[in-house]
């Protein structure tokens, strides 16, 4: 469940949880949280929360409102965004980003019944309905998952990176052939080698380092003279590779 | 009627990093241009058994089938095209099955699966799928994405609340809001498409494309086209390189050549005389 942590000059002032689907911010008492401030408009934002996600909505507040120190309407808030209001402060604490055991039940597969769902997409777009979606989770029985995920590997549970790339950078030196010296940069996580329809080859860019797969032809490549069979072959600093008669010299870069 | 040398087919399956078993099926048969991909849900094994019931059932019934009926043809009792026709019984009755299964043994109570099955005849492919297991389509360099989620995310998308992009910061993720073996009956989202060769078509679980950018995904295609095993291996080792954090499944289709219907004979003469 995700919550906000309310602060003033780096004095925690107290926590509040998104359990409703809309938690209001401003001056007037009514408000879920209150902030007694002339900074802070009488209905100033509010934060309409589904099921994990929560997004911070600007209502046309006089000082506006201010994530990460930008200015914003809408905002789809991600963990330990900070939101300033005035001289305060709302720091956004998503506890199944933290919490690993709790985040890897959540990646399972569930199904959402058409009605719950109908609820929860209509309330955030017309964000005056106030029913309250309820998420019937089929195949709840996660536990054995859960601990197997749990001692198996500590892998990060965090949104997916984009591509993770090895520290390294590398580049390929043609040492023979019409182009003989020239550098190509192994920049992409894929690059091809040779010539379509008579030898291919694939150099992949891995978190491991870089390797080469043969992909068509007759012959394999070859590596510091020795012939590659099916498999993918980790390239070291220096490697020299013979493909459809082109040698060339693999190197790391620093 | 067989498809043979017109299609090639390749495929992959893995488990991933995380997780300790693979509750993904896959099944495919390309002399009769017949690719099944499931993605199962539910606790202990069930999510394995009911996606191996989805895609057992539908290969198997389908490519008996297909022996006898011809899917291009207009079926005399419901008007509708045949594929779509033998596509919507058999889903039918693979979800009868595992919904009746989590009926009676409580071990599988609500157990689930995704569906994509891409059947391919006369130049055209007929797609059917429920729920997040996608189907791509490389053409022309370009890839694009042919089917539309069954998920909360891809509605909060259609409806505004969320863009493509910040989709992929959810924590919503993998919230289906259709599925196989949920409900007594189900709803196949069932579209025709034209092929054309060397079109690469591509069916994966949401583990390949959670953890791999399309454009990630692109690459890999355009690069290996060549060797399509490879291909798929590639993809579910990027995968797992990026996290694996859910079971990855991987069917390659490529079209080699034109597979036309053959028509009656006076269809053949007629065509002669043009």
Request: net charge negative; proline share 4%; hydrophobic share 40%.
């Amino acid at each position: 469940m995700a919550k906000l942590i309310l602060s003033m000059d780096g004095l925690v002032l107290k926590e509040i949880a998104l359990t409703k689907e809309r938690t209001t911010i401003g001056r007037k008492p009514h408000n879920d949280i209150q902030i007694d401030n002339l900074a802070v408009s009488g209905e100033h934002a509010v934060i309409v929360t589904i099921l994990q996600d929560s997004f911070l909505e600007d209502l046309g507040s006089t000082n506006g409102t201010v994530v990460n120190g930008q200015p914003i309407k809408k905002h789809f808030l991600q963990n330990s965004d900070i939101i300033e209001l005035g001289k305060y402060k709302l720091k956004y604490v998503n506890e199944a980003v933290a919490g690993q055991a709790k985040a890897a039940d959540f990646e399972k597969t569930m199904v959402l019944r058409p009605g719950s769902v109908k609820t929860a997409t209509a309330a955030a777009a017309a964000p005056a309905a106030a029913a309250v979606p309820v998420a019937a989770a089929a195949g709840a029985k996660h536990f054995s998952d859960t601990v197997a995920a749990q001692s198996a590997t500590g892998a990060p549970v965090a949104p997916p990176k984009p591509a993770a790339a090895p520290q390294k950078n590398a580049a390929l030196q043609l040492l023979s052939g019409a182009n003989a010296g020239k550098e190509l940069d192994l920049t992409k996580p894929l690059t091809t080698l040779g010539k379509p329809g008579v030898q291919v080859a694939v150099i992949t860019r891995r978190p491991q380092g870089f390797f080469i797969t043969h992909v068509e032809g007759a012959s394999f490549p070859v590596v510091n003279g020795k012939t590659l069979d099916a498999q993918a072959h980790s390239l070291n600093d220096h490697d020299v590779i013979e493909l459809a008669g082109v040698k060339m010299e693999f190197f790391l870069k620093t | 009627m067989t498809l043979s040398g017109a299609l090639e087919v390749a495929s992959c399956t893995d488990p991933g990093m995380v997780r300790s078993h693979n509750e993904d099926s896959i099944a495919s048969d390309g002399d009769q241009g017949l690719v099944v991909l499931a993605d199962g849900m539910g606790g202990y094994n069930a999510g394995e058994v009911a996606s191996g019931m989805a895609t057992t059932v539908i290969i198997t019934e389908l490519q008996q089938l297909l022996e006898k009926r011809v899917p291009y043809e207009i079926d005399a009792h419901s008007g509708k095209l045949v594929a779509h026709q033998l596509l919507h019984e058999q889903i039918a009755k693979a979800n009868t099955s595992i919904y009746q299964a989590s009926q009676s043994q409580p071990q599988y109570a609500g157990m689930g699966t995704t569906l994509v099955v891409a059947l391919f005849y006369d130049n055209k492919m007929t797609v059917a799928h429920i729920g997040d297991s996608r189907l791509y389509r490389l053409r022309g360099g370009e890839l694009r994405q042919v089917t539309k989620d069954h998920s909360l995310l891809q509605e909060q998308i259609d409806s505004g609340v969320i863009t493509p992009q910040q989709a992929r910061q959810s924590q919503n993720k993998n919230l289906v809001t259709r599925a196989l073996g949920i409900d007594p009956i189900v709803e196949a989202e069932i579209h025709d498409y034209e092929t054309q060769p060397e079109d690469i078509y591509l069916l994966c679980s949401d583990g390949l494309c959670d953890m791999v950018s399309d454009d990630d995904i692109g690459l890999a295609l355009q690069t290996l086209s060549s060797n399509l095993k490879l291909c798929a291996q590639h993809l579910v080792q990027t995968a797992n390189d990026n996290g694996g954090r859910d079971n990855i499944s991987v069917i390659l289709v490529r079209v080699l050549r034109d597979y036309p219907a053959p028509r009656s004979i006076v269809g053949k003469m007629m065509s002669w005389f043009k």
